[in-house]
């Protein structure tokens, strides 16, 4: 299957105030998005999954930089675009959508007039031609009444509804990439259930890929095919949906599924991992997971494990991956 | 079991513009000494609402609280301050909570000098650093401000403040919300570890129902200030009789992609507004199985079953 985004390589840095040296947030990263799929990014704050597609949409805040890789986008190379060729792509044919859609709608701009805006700019329709459409996008997403909404300020609507107008407006130009940053963390769970299920539904009619950053698991089982797991600003697992939750490899990702309390009964102690992400300015070297892995050998200090396949496109940066039932599986503290 | 905290029809309103939220409506509900109550319900229930009034930190509008059998409506001055230093919160952000320009040692000693224990500076010093060992901070950081500390180490500053006090009863408001995955654990792992060790009483109040179901004994579900279901924690989850309580908990993307294509019934509508609720039963606009004696009168909550409460007129089979 074609990849409709293919990163290559990516590093990208951060400036701090009185710091001299530049802190690698993402550090190598090479990541393939199928074309229709569903690919999810995992990972815990500061892993580097965010900066990754900020980095490939040219939105890195002024202080961060990217320093190598490229990203193909339809034999484009985003990374090499000047910021007036990047606009265009942007919104039109990848879309980007974020936790807090507040953030991102204009306060004092009704939402249907910011959503036919940017049909006018990107495709010029007329003004009429334009508001019917929204509000048909409106209908389309969900949001019940449509034309009594389309004259609502953002404050007047529900997380819910908002996050629904973000996603409208996200689709309205057909994107073939929708890149959604933990679009229903902020969300209650009836909310957030309904916004996959849309997700979803939208998908299976207009064929777009999905890039999914998530720090939720069972988001990630519930609306992805591939899934990458970053650790410290590198992939440190890549595989399918079903392989990934069956049986991950890396003593990381094992250690993450581990600690989720799902039908651990009370009293019994969940998984941890012990101590905590590294400073970006302080990588340990060979793996960098190494400090927290409890099965970490002098090797693992040392030298630093290569992405390797471990069977049928299941890839995962460790010396000793683990499959099926190893030892995280029957962990009891 | 002797029971700690018992409520009594409480009612919580607000008056603003064009109506009253009604935050919280006749709630009763007991906490046995060294249970677990979990208090789950989407943005706007009344659940934090019901913690700060339960902690007497707001007024109740109507209805009365009895913490060790005594209603905290009637005691004043140097008997409330005693049975308040009997019940601690810990919030959801932690960095919030902790005051930016004092050292972590002088935040955890603070309620001590309040409240007179410990006769001299090195004593209260020394409770500190007990108390900070104990949720698994170094007693080297004493002197150290909450911005060098990460997240999961911020929530432990907090729970060690909550505990300086020995308390008897923690109300635990969206403790791990903020916390990643792995770090969530380890503070999830150290609430039960204090809970074993000191006897402590949890009201714990939190919107994800994986991690309810993990620390709760019993739980209690609230729908637009009302009580919908309270049952015991096993009971709830596997056979709920509340339909908004099923719906919630087929609404929870659970990690197993082997299930995604099972069919749920998902909730419709949008969260209600708690201004100006609807008659009868509050959920009954979003229930499909809703009819004309929903909308005529409020469901009371009754005993289903040994134990298990249920405010619906239809309530599910289990």
């Given amino acids: ?333 | 079991m002797n029971e700690l905290l018992r409520t009594e029809r409480l009612v919580k309103e607000f008056p603003v513009k064009g109506g009253v939220v009604h935050a919280v409506s006749d709630v009763s509900f007991s906490v046995q000494e060294g249970e677990t109550l979990g208090l789950v319900g989407e943005s706007g229930c009344g659940k934090s609402t019901l913690g700060k009034l339960v902690l007497d930190l707001i007024p109740p509008t109507s209805g009365r609280v009895f913490f060790e059998g005594q209603d905290l409506s009637q005691c004043s001055g140097e008997r409330l301050r005693t049975l308040r230093r009997g019940m601690q919160m810990i919030f959801q952000d932690p960095y919030a909570s902790l005051d930016p320009r004092m050292s972590v040692g002088r935040i955890i000693m603070e309620p001590l000098t309040a409240h007179r224990v410990g006769s001299t500076r090195a004593e209260r010093k020394a409770l500190v650093c007990q108390l900070m060992e104990q949720v698994g901070l170094r007693p080297e950081f004493y002197d150290r401000y909450p911005h060098q500390f990460s997240g999961g180490q911020r929530q432990r500053i907090g729970i060690a403040r909550a505990l300086t006090l020995n308390p008897k009863l923690i109300i635990c408001d969206e403790p791990v919300s903020a916390l990643d995955v792995s770090i969530q654990a380890q503070i999830l792992n150290l609430l039960s570890d204090l809970q074993r060790d000191r006897r402590l009483t949890y009201l714990f109040i939190s919107h994800d129902l994986n991690v309810v179901r993990y620390l709760s004994d019993r739980v209690m579900v609230m729908f637009l200030g009302q009580v919908c279901e309270l049952s015991p924690t096993e009971a709830l989850y596997t056979a709920p009789r509340h339909p908004y309580t099923r719906f919630l908990l087929e609404a929870v993307p659970q990690p197993d992609p082997s299930r995604r294509d099972e069919a749920r019934a998902l909730l419709t509508g949008e969260v209600s507004s708690p201004v100006n609720p609807p008659s009868g039963c509050r959920f009954r606009l979003r229930c499909p199985y809703a009819d004309a004696d929903c909308a005529a009168s409020h469901p009371a909550l009754r005993e289903l079953s040994p134990g298990c409460f249920c405010a619906c007129h239809h309530p599910l089979e289990r």
């Fill in chain 1, 1 to 333: 299957m074609p990849n409709i985004l293919e990163i290559k390589g990516l590093v990208a840095s951060f400036a701090s105030d009185g710091v001299r040296e530049r802190a690698i947030a993402v550090n190598g990263v090479d990541l393939a998005i199928p074309a229709g799929k569903t690919v999810g990014l995992v990972g815990e704050s500061g892993c580097g999954k965010s900066v990754t597609s900020l980095s490939v949409m040219g939105l890195l805040a002024d202080n961060g930089r990217v320093e190598a890789g490229e990203a193909l986008f339809g034999g484009v190379d985003l990374l090499k675009l000047s910021d007036r060729e990047l606009r265009k792509i942007r919104g039109n044919r990848i879309s980007m959508i974020f936790q807090e859609p507040m953030t991102s709608l204009n306060p004092v701009i009704t939402v249907g007039k910011q959503v036919a805006e940017a049909l006018r700019l990107h495709s010029g329709m007329d003004r009429q031609a334009a508001k019917a459409r929204t509000i048909e996008i409106f209908e389309k997403v969900g949001i019940p009444e449509p034309e009594r909404r389309y004259a609502c300020y953002p404050h007047q609507l529900s997380g819910g509804l908002r996050q629904r107008v973000m996603i409208g407006m996200s689709m309205v130009l057909k994107p073939d990439l929708l890149i959604a940053d933990e679009p229903t963390t902020a969300l209650d769970v009836s909310i957030e259930a309904q916004i996959l299920r849309l997700m979803r539904d939208l998908q299976r009619e207009s064929g777009m890929s999905i890039l999914m950053i998530t720090h939720n698991l069972g988001v990630v089982a519930e609306i992805c095919d591939l899934v990458y797991v970053m650790y410290a600003g590198e992939v440190v697992e890549r595989a399918d949906v079903n392989a990934l939750f069956a049986h991950c490899a890396h003593p990381y990702t094992r250690g993450l599924m581990a600690s989720l309390p799902r039908m651990t009964p009370k009293g019994q102690r969940l998984y941890n991992i012990r101590g905590t992400v590294p400073n970006l300015r302080a990588m340990p070297s060979g793996c960098r997971f190494s400090p927290r892995c409890e099965f970490a050998t002098e090797r693992c200090r040392v030298e630093k494990p290569p992405l390797a396949d471990i069977g049928g496109g299941h890839l995962c940066r460790c010396f000793a991956p683990e499959s099926g039932e190893g030892p995280m599986g029957g962990v009891s503290r």
